[in-house]
């Protein structure tokens, strides 16, 4: 199913984003502290989407990993207390029936 959805998504944002640069053709002043040039808008939402996304990824980024230092840790505990159950099993019962 995933292998059919993927692609159309794709072929989907890519139309989409063909429309909205043919849309959003004219240019717009870039004012930077030193210049001043001009750039095509949808390359100027482009770029701001783009780094809006980097910044965002790399502010979770610390709450990813500390998730992840977490479930490693948890499957460490959790593969400890398998193996204690695995060799309390395994020890003779001295109980008399």
């Known amino acids: 199913m995933s292998r059919v959805i993927l692609p159309l998504v794709l072929i989907l944002a890519v139309v989409l984003g063909a429309s909205f640069t043919i ?8 004012h930077l502290y030193l210049d001043s040039f001009q750039v095509p808008l ?3 939402v482009f770029v701001s989407m783009l780094l809006g996304a980097i910044f965002g990824g790399m502010a979770c980024s610390g709450l990813v990993m500390r998730r992840g230092r977490d479930a490693r840790l948890l499957r460490k505990r959790c ?3 398998e193996d204690e159950i695995a060799r309390l099993r395994a020890l003779p019962s001295n109980s008399k029936v």
């Open 79 to 81: 593969k400890r207390a």
């Open 23 to 30: 849309l959003n053709a004219g240019e717009v002043d870039v």
């Open 42 to 44: 949808s390359i100027v």
